[in-house]
């Protein structure tokens, strides 16, 4: 009776712990599951857009997705707060943010440039992963470099 019993129990721990891995599994695969789900619940991120006039927009603790890019997150934010953003799409290159607000690359010799936390990424926006923290910085402005 006591081996049956012991039995039953061990048995009950193996299919739990089995269910438990293919479910986790079907959910990595079906919603993006992937180590620090915890972490990802409430990740946020800032955004200021510089309109190089003497307006800039600041969007902070802005929430975002594991995974957003750059631009998936401009793209995003700025469509809910009713600002015109547009953009072009280049094959095997990404894309290139061409108008925010009411300023359209090539005025005044100016065009959207973007940088995290101050810096100027080696990657488009359209490939830059958003870290938790990130400060997301566009400025229309002469073409600065990796300034």
């Not at 934010?77 to 290159?93: Q, T």
Request: proline fraction near 2%.
């Amino acid at each position: 009776m006591k081996t049956r019993n012991i039995l039953i129990i061990v048995v009950s721990l193996v299919v739990g712990i089995f269910l438990g891995f293919v479910g986790c599994q079907y959910y990595s695969l079906n919603y993006k599951c992937s180590p620090g789900l915890l972490e990802q619940a409430e990740q946020s991120a800032n955004l200021v857009i510089d309109f190089g006039d003497g307006r800039v927009l600041t969007y902070p603790n802005e929430n975002f997705e594991y995974g957003e890019t750059a631009f998936g997150f401009t793209e995003r934010i700025s469509g809910e707060n009713n600002l015109n953003f547009a953009y072009e799409e280049y094959a095997g290159l990404g894309v290139l943010v061409s108008e925010i607000g009411d300023k359209k690359n090539g005025e005044e010799e100016k065009y959207w440039q973007y940088w995290t936390d101050g810096v100027s990424p080696e990657v488009g926006a359209g490939n830059y992963k958003i870290q938790k923290g990130d400060v997301i910085e566009w400025k229309f402005l002469k073409y600065q470099g990796n300034e």
